[in-house]
């Protein structure tokens, strides 16, 4: 049996991390007998991160790279799709997990309403007498990264305007269809609704989060994904 090594369960969701929640999405929908596994520290991981999958060939690393040997053993993400729709599926994968994803780290991590109650759930594992400094040296990396990447550099209102021009073009293309491109939840699903769930279902409910969840659209899409592709 397939085993999906995967961060935990937290914030409502199947996993803290909505790359893990969309391996596990791609999984149930390839019809593979699979279990999970939980693990809070990637290091020893290809590309230390996490979703891995662990098969008999070996360890697949990287959601795509999931994806992909999935399809190379028979499953199929997009049926029914053109080439074009295939293409314009790919973009609005790359919307989530390049663009809104930085958006979502940002508010996790450089929120400091949000921040504690993150820091407190991702570094349980830790005696707590170090907890805050382990996790604050990491924040201060990640934030750095930001910066570079270019996110952090932005105030909150950009931001706020940035994301909400990806929100519309995803609520525009969700006009005709349920799911982005047809009435059944295709590859560019299994990436935008869980990128929409984790910044929605934040521990603490900051702007970016009730951007996703006043918006009637997005919230049904979001809760339409968990009900069609129910996760163990």
């Known amino acids: 049996m397939l085993t999906l090594l995967t961060y935990p369960a937290g914030f409502g969701q199947f996993s803290l991390s909505a790359f893990c929640v ?17 693990l809070s520290d990637p290091r020893g991981m290809p590309h230390s991160k996490l979703p891995v999958l662990k098969t008999d060939q070996g360890l697949i690393s990287d959601s795509d790279n999931i994806r992909s040997w999935l399809e190379s053993h028979g499953a199929d993400f997009d049926p029914g799709l053109t080439d074009a729709q295939k293409g314009q599926a790919q973009a609005f ?12 780290v940002l508010d996790r991590w450089g929120n400091d309403a949000v921040w504690p109650t993150v820091r407190d759930t991702l570094f349980r594992g830790v005696p707590w007498l170090i907890r805050k400094p382990v996790a604050n040296k990491l924040r201060r990396t990640l934030l750095k990264g930001l910066q570079t990447q270019g996110t952090g550099r932005f ?3 950009e931001r706020l305007e940035r994301l909400g021009r990806n929100l519309t073009a995803i609520r525009a293309q969700l006009k005709d269809t349920a799911f982005l491109f047809a ?20 521990p603490v409910q900051s702007e970016m989060a009730k951007r996703v969840a ?7 899409y979001v809760d339409r994904l968990a009900t069609t592709v129910p996760l163990p």
């Open 22 to 38: 969309k391996a596990a999405c791609l999984l149930q929908l390839s019809g593979q007998p699979w279990q999970r596994q939980d």
């Open 93 to 104: 994968i790359r919307m989530a997990e390049q663009d809104i994803y930085f958006y979502l």
């Open 155 to 157: 105030t909150d209102h």
């Open 183 to 202: 009435d059944v939840p295709t590859s560019a699903d299994l990436s935008v609704a869980p990128m929409l769930a984790s910044l929605r279902d934040a």
């Open 214 to 220: 006043d918006d009637i659209v997005l919230s049904d």
